[in-house]
């Protein structure tokens, strides 16, 4: 597993580099950079400092010299010290092991058996505290690393990513729902139908009206789409909306908080929606600790589906199963054809997986 903690601390000539870089990412190839007296001027270091810093970038090839007339601009060019067979997985760094995050280590599995039977690697490349895409594109060090290859997953992308991604022609694919402005090959799962169905099925098939959602803030455009397919059943279904019954989870608390929150208040509610297997197990014990039955009183649907954790609960659980190793799987099919047919920035691929509903107990069917 590879961690950029060796580059959190820069020197004034790293810094400033990276200074002149972003300076450059705003530039042509062919034009001309201010004279190394005004460049350091303008960024407060001495003359010597910017010489070492060009003269870095010079060996990089992102600029070159003409005797006499000044330093300019190279062609952009993907940078070829990488193994252009290594694919690099990045993600936020999380303390627990990566491999029991069962969400990633389903990933991970799909993009291995991809590149398996096509001779390519996957390497791991946690990003920690505030390292960004962006931030490892323009640092040497991590660009030699990752340049070849990004598929990212759990990270919101910005537009200084996708810039540095053109500027470094770093073929990139992302795992979830980009934002609309950002033009990046992506594979995500339909998460507007997985809510309309599971919204529907409590309602016309055990005559559930008052659900209550319970979601988490950071991982908003996932479950803004969840919520969207719930209300649109809602509205399909003749049954106004409660505002009351939508809760987003605050950072550090358990799903229980919230059951704890409606019970409190004496919410009304006869169903429920819990994003995450773990934690509708959360909310599960949380309900049974109020002494309210599942499915007697309360019916319960998680939107995800560990088998290993669904399927020994009890009641056992119904749950939105998303297609996790195959969002993987066709990640890697979607970085393979990037890379074969050779980069280009403004491609926007995207594949959408169609979820399951897999009925169990908790929601009053019987399995």
Excluded at 156 to 163: A, I, R, Y
Aim: charged content about 25%; proline content about 5%; hydrophobic content about 35%.
């Amino acid at each position: 597993m590879i961690s950029n903690d060796n580059i959190k601390v820069m020197t004034k000539t790293a810094q400033t580099r990276q200074r002149i870089e972003d300076l450059i990412g705003n530039l042509e190839p062919g034009d001309q950079l201010l004279p190394e007296g005004k460049l350091a001027e303008r960024f407060g270091v001495s003359v010597i400092t910017i010489k070492r810093s060009l003269g870095e970038l010079v060996k990089d090839g992102s600029v070159y010299k003409r005797q006499g007339k000044g330093t300019f601009v190279a062609e952009k060019r993907a940078d070829m010290s990488s193994d252009p067979s290594t694919v690099n997985l990045v993600y936020p760094f999380v303390p627990k092991d990566t491999f029991k995050d069962p969400f990633l280590g389903q990933v991970i599995n799909g993009i291995g058996d991809c590149f398996a039977v096509n001779s390519c690697h996957l390497r791991l490349f946690p990003l920690h505290g505030k390292s960004t895409i962006e931030i490892c594109l323009k640092n040497p060090a991590t660009r030699k690393m990752i340049s070849s290859g990004i598929i990212a997953v759990n990270y919101l992308f910005t537009e200084k990513d996708q810039k540095a991604i053109s500027n470094y022609n770093c073929p990139a694919v992302f795992i979830g729902k980009p934002e609309t402005h950002i033009r990046i090959p992506s594979v995500n799962t339909d998460h507007f139908s997985a809510g309309y169905d599971a919204t529907i099925h409590l309602v016309k098939k055990h005559s559930r009206k008052r659900i209550a959602v319970l979601t988490h803030l950071d991982r908003r455009p996932y479950c803004i789409d969840m919520i969207e397919g719930h209300r649109k059943a809602l509205k399909d279904s003749g049954i106004p909306e409660d505002g009351k019954l939508l809760l987003s989870l605050k950072p550090g608390l358990s799903m229980s908080t919230l059951v704890d929150e409606l019970v409190m208040k004496k919410t009304s509610f006869d169903s429920m929606i819990v994003w995450g297997c773990e934690a509708t197990i959360e909310a599960l014990t949380s309900l049974k600790h109020h002494g309210i039955d599942v499915p007697g009183e309360v019916s319960l649907i998680s939107y995800d589906d560990f088998p290993v954790v669904s399927e020994y609960s009890s009641p056992t659980i119904t749950a939105v199963r998303q297609q996790v190793y195959d969002l993987g799987y066709e990640a890697a099919r979607l970085m393979l054809k990037q890379k074969n047919s050779g980069f280009n920035g403004r491609e926007n691929l995207a594949s959408v997986l169609k979820n399951t509903l897999v009925i169990r107990e908790s929601c009053g069917c019987r399995g």
